[in-house]
Every structure is written in structure tokens, then in C-alpha cells.
């Protein structure tokens, strides 16, 4: 192997260590704004907020690097798969620390906002699930494991119904009168926010799975896509001179 090679997987593995230093700090992220928001703690939420400047900086360090290998290397096959994964992987975990930015943002709108207790164990448990999904996303990343990679979607669903059973709780507690329609609305997209973390990872697995095999669930679209398009090329064309089809005689 000459030295451009040796170089070009030394730099493969130094992003793959960074994407899992990434990984890390949203999944630290994620807990953190989950206890502010639960602490009503402004200060904390505050610290998050202004720590996402750090991420988003490292975020574009990867993504320039992975750039310049696509742009000097011009990796094929695996190599491809496995640069273009990163590259969407940075995306995906940035996005998941804009989300407990936004929960963040979202608790100081509630601040003055009583949570009961079946409220704060949901808010707890998303928090758990969704930290949870992000490390098993990086896990199945950093071990090319495509039987993990494809579990996130089921091991998703727990977070799903965690946030269909707090969105049910928030109508019960507004209901009782003990809040309001402003906070109300302030916690559903608190919920959401959960959620769409939860969705990054599932979009993580995916791309791992490409990066093992090469496919992708929207593949499966795309060929029946060019299937019913090859269809409609074989079909004979309209007569644009015939009027309406009937079904029945004349007359």
C-alpha cells in the first residue's frame, strides 16, 4: 500500500473516532437539556444553548474533511459508502443537538409551568429513549452492524408511544385546568422534539446500512418508480382527437 493510501485510511479511521466523539456529545446533550428542562433550571438551559456553537464548529470541521477526501482521494466502492455515510451522519447528529436546543428554548417559555408527576416521568423516559437511540445508531455505525442498524426502527417505537402517552397526559392536565393552552402547546413541541431524535437515529441506521450493503429503503421506490414508468412508455399513445371514453352504446 503506497503512503497516499496509508494516509488516506488513517484519515478514515480519525473521522470515524470523531463521529463518535460527535455521537457522545449529543448524547450528552440530550440528557443535560432533559434535566434543565426538568430542573427548571434557566442557567443550565442557557449553557446549552450557548454550547451548541461548539458543536455546530466541530460539525463543520468534519464535514470539510470528509470533503477534502472526497475531492483529493476520490475513494470508490466501500471507501465511497463510508465517507458519504459520515458526511450524512454529521448532518443527522447535528440536527438532534438543534432539538434539545430547542427544548431548551421551549423551557424557558414554560418556566412558570407546574408538571405533574406522570408528565416529568415522560419527559424522563423520552429523554432516556432518545439518548439511548443515539448511542445504539453510533454503536451500529462504528461496528458496521447492519442487524442493529436495521433494529432502530423497531427499538424507535418505544419512544413513539413514550410521546403519543405524553401528548395524552398534556390533554389531561389542561383538561383539569392545571395548564394552560400556551403551555400546553409549549410541551407537545417539547414532545415532538423527542421524538424527531429519535427519527435521526432510525435515519443513521439506514445510512449504515448503505454503508455495509449499498442499499437504501429508497431504493425500493425508485425501482417501483422506473417499473410504472416503463409501463407507461409501453403503453400505446392517447389519441388526442378521440373524445371521452364511454362504456355503453350510442344512442
Known amino acids: 500500500m503506497n503512503e497516499l493510501r496509508i494516509e488516506f485510511h488513517e484519515e478514515m479511521e480519525s473521522l470515524r ?3 463518535i466523539r460527535l455521537g457522545a456529545m449529543v448524547s450528552e446533550t440530550i440528557g443535560r437539556g432533559t434535566a434543565a428542562l426538568l430542573d427548571r433550571d434557566l442557567h443550565a438551559a442557557q449553557v446549552l444553548i450557548d454550547g451548541d456553537d461548539v458543536i455546530d464548529d466541530f460539525c463543520l470541521g468534519l464535514e470539510e474533511r470528509c470533503c477534502q477526501l472526497l ?30 436546543v ?6 424557558r417559555r414554560i418556566y412558570d409551568v407546574e408538571f405533574g408527576p406522570q408528565l416529568r416521568g415522560l419527559i424522563e423516559q423520552m429523554g432516556v429513549e432518545a439518548s439511548f437511540l443515539i448511542r445504539t445508531a453510533i454503536d451500529s455505525y462504528v461496528d458496521a452492524d447492519t442487524s442493529l442498524a436495521a433494529a432502530l426502527d423497531d427499538i424507535d417505537d418505544r419512544l413513539d408511544e413514550l410521546q403519543v402517552s405524553y401528548v395524552q397526559a398534556i ?3 389542561h383538561a383539569g385546568d392545571n395548564l394552560n393552552l ?12 423527542y421524538e424527531r431524535i429519535g427519527d435521526h437515529a432510525v435515519n443513521i441506521g439506514e445510512r449504515v446500512m448503505y454503508m455495509v450493503t449499498g442499499w437504501l429503503p429508497e431504493h425500493t421506490g425508485s425501482a417501483r418508480h422506473k417499473l410504472r414508468g416503463v409501463g407507461a412508455e409501453d403503453a400505446p399513445p392517447a389519441d388526442p382527437g378521440a373524445g371521452p371514453s364511454t362504456n355503453g352504446a350510442d344512442g
Open 182 to 193: 400556551q403551555g400546553g402547546v409549549q410541551m407537545a413541541m417539547i414532545g415532538r422534539y
Open 17 to 19: 473516532s470523531d463521529l
Open 71 to 100: 475531492a483529493l482521494q476520490a475513494p470508490i466502492a466501500g471507501d465511497l459508502r463510508f465517507v458519504l455515510t459520515t458526511l450524512r451522519l454529521i448532518s443527522e447528529l447535528e440536527r438532534s443537538a438543534d432539538l434539545m
Open 171 to 173: 390533554f389531561t392536565q
Open 102 to 107: 430547542n427544548v431548551c428554548k421551549s423551557s
